[in-house]
Nanobody
Framework: QVELVESGGGLVQAGDSLRLSCTNAKRTLNSYARGWFRQGPGKEREFVASINWNGNTTDYADSVKGRFTISKDNGKNTVYLQMNSLKPEDTAVYYC?????????????????WGQGTQVTVSS
């Protein structure tokens, strides 16, 4: 059963922006850290960004630092990934995830809830 539902992906040009959303479909996850990961064609799943349970601490992959921003709205049970200055190398399926016990991680194995993924394609 899918608990996390992503939306907001699409086809854009280099330099454009997109905002991904991830909503908790079944229950609130206020004590969970949240993360975004991506998997490009022929590549392994990689960490993009994370935010801890109360939103006070965020972490980003070096490749997206300064361009992407993760945020959360507990009242709406939603996590966002604002992506600016998109590059063709950002093309991937983006997954949101939830990790118990408050604090995020760059390791996808610690996250036990996942969405189905949303495709982001950036043309040059």
């Amino acid at each position: 059963q899918v608990e996390l539902v992503e939306s907001g992906g699409g086809l854009v040009q280099a330099g454009d922006s997109l905002r991904l959303s991830c909503t908790n479909a079944k229950r609130t996850l206020n004590s969970y850290a949240r993360g975004w990961f991506r998997q490009g064609p022929g590549k392994e799943r990689e960490f993009v960004a994370s935010i801890n349970w109360n939103g006070n601490t965020t972490d980003y992959a070096d490749s997206v630092k300064g361009r992407f921003t993760i945020s959360k709205d507990n009242g709406k049970n939603t996590v966002y990934l604002q992506m600016n200055s998109l590059k063709p190398e950002d093309t991937a399926v983006y997954y949101c995830a939830a990790k118990p016990r408050y604090y995020g991680s760059t390791n996808y194995r610690y996250y036990d809830l996942w969405g189905q993924g949303t495709q982001v394609t950036v043309s040059s």
